[in-house]
């Protein structure tokens, strides 16, 4: 069953009566027609939407539907909605010309209380804007065919759910909004990274670097709207971060510049990386310590919050400062639920054990982590979990399950990306493992992709194979597509880093994604949704 909560503005009435036609007539479910809700208590409100599928939310620019009481139905209906998980589609109507009675204090009110209104549904669910009858209706279409096709998917159910997660976010101003770090990366190849060893180096390569920056980076290349959040100082470095990020298309208005008096320097990792994809990562925090701070400072937390409400996908990444971490926590808990947010902790965040990162574990959907940092995040979670004898689906099992027992309950996909040397080319698991489950493990999938003697002579450099991994998983779930396409994109972009130095020289644009599919899975054509 649909039901159509509508503004009482006579000019919406046309828009009303063509989407309500249009729909009975091609067969949507019982359709249900409310100008405003009569239910007076929360109870009556949920027993009258308990059989209810889709709420469709029509608002003007000048009306609030509102009950005897002066409530409107943000606070009724749509709030039973959505405690009650009903899909909620909102669409907003623009109007021609001033709003009728604007000198009237109490059209003034009701002109206030509609537009506070339509914030809240842009906020929570996005609100799709229409003039005429014809543009409601194929936008109400549009829409009611992606939910139909997720209901019809293959997918495994978890799946399902965070295609629908990103489905609901459809009309949000950026697909990902990163927290990030913020660092030139100095990256030294060595032969071997071991104790007790001593080698030769040459001088650094110096590229840009930040886990959450560069996935920002990557999907932008790949034709994505994105956007980051973070602290550099007012140096060479710290512009030259800019600057490569905007050049990509990366939105960087929330990514704060420490004022010239400031002693710190703009972050720097020094990387020591084998040919292997092993990596040492040395950290000078620098103006990165700061951004909780500047953010404070300069007013900008709901500006911050702002830009991640509007986000279908918010991406957080390593700070071990305590403030930059309670910075994440605090935003995480006035994120819509329907946001879907994705979480790379680094060796760094991870070290000191799953139960100080479990407020944001437990809001997180997409995890992406490694294999050994798997083990490690688990270690103080579940006793001799880390040991070598316990498989990566076992791990993802037990995480999943842990997850659960702190009491969230939507699902979460784990990505583990594993050394591309050392492991025999017949393991179902590959380079890259995508696992998924709400209560425990439900499955799991491997990369395709395996790499030949050739292919293991192209790679140089694994400093940007995280980044690169975590931005085809998250372009492949933005195009709704299955976890074996997810793994699959994620190993292209990877091998695809991995084959120049630093984090981002290596990643492909939108224009020759499909050649690098092609060469690295070794088939003749790409899939038309790249």
Known sequence: MIVLFTSTEPELEQHRRQLAETLQRRGDGAMTVRYAPRSASDEQRAT?????????????????????????????????????????????????????????????????????????????????????????????????????????????????????????????????????????????????????????????RISPGGAGANVAYALARLGMTTGVAGATADDADGAALRIDLEDAGVHTDLLVRLDPSSPLCTGRSHILADGSG???????????????AEIDARGLRQALLDGLRHSKVVLLTSFNTVAERQLQEDLLAQLPPETLVAYTPGSLYNSPGARRLAPIVKRTNVLFISQEALARLLDDVVPHISDQT??????????????????ARDPLMIVV????????????????????????????????????????????????????????VL???????PPEDCANLAFVLAMSAATRYGSRAGVPSHDDVAQHWCDWLKVDAAPSWL
């Open 48 to 204: 009258a939407l308990r059989d209810v599928d889709i709420v469709i939310c029509l608002v003007g620019d000048s009306v609030t539907p509102e009950l005897p009481d002066g409530s409107g139905y943000a606070e009724t209906e749509v709030g039973a909605a959505r405690r009650l998980g009903i899909q909620v589609l909102a669409y907003g109507h623009d109007g021609d010309g001033p709003v009728p009675g604007a000198g009237d204090p109490l059209r003034g009110y009701s002109v206030a209380r509609a537009r506070r209104f339509r914030n809240w549904l842009r906020d929570h669910y996005g609100v799709r804007r229409f003039a005429t009858p014809a543009e409601l209706i194929a936008g109400v279409s549009e829409d009611l065919g992606g939910m139909r096709a997720d209901d019809q998917s293959p997918d495994p159910p978890a799946i399902r759910q965070l295609h629908a997660r990103l489905r609901a976010r459809r009309t949000t101003t950026f697909d990902a909004f990163a927290i990030s770090l913020h660092n030139m990366d100095a990256i030294y190849h060595v032969e071997q990274i071991a104790p007790f060893r001593e080698e030769t180096v040459d001088s650094p």
């Open 417 to 472: 990306r594993r050394p591309w040397r050392g492991y025999d080319a017949r393991d179902a698991l590959r380079h890259i493992y995508v696992a998924w489950g709400q209560q425990g493990l439900d499955d799991g999938v491997g990369t395709e992709g395996r790499l030949g003697a050739d292919d293991v002579d192209k790679i140089i450099d694994g400093t940007g194979t995280g980044g690169a991994l975590a931005a085809g």
């Open 475 to 481: 372009h492949a779930l933005l195009r709704s597509r």
């Open 278 to 292: 092993r990596r040492s990562i040395f950290t000078e925090a620098g103006a990165n310590s700061r951004f909780a």
């Open 390 to 407: 316990a498989s990566i689906p076992h791990q993802a099992h037990r995480l999943i399950q842990w997850r659960y027992d702190l009491g």
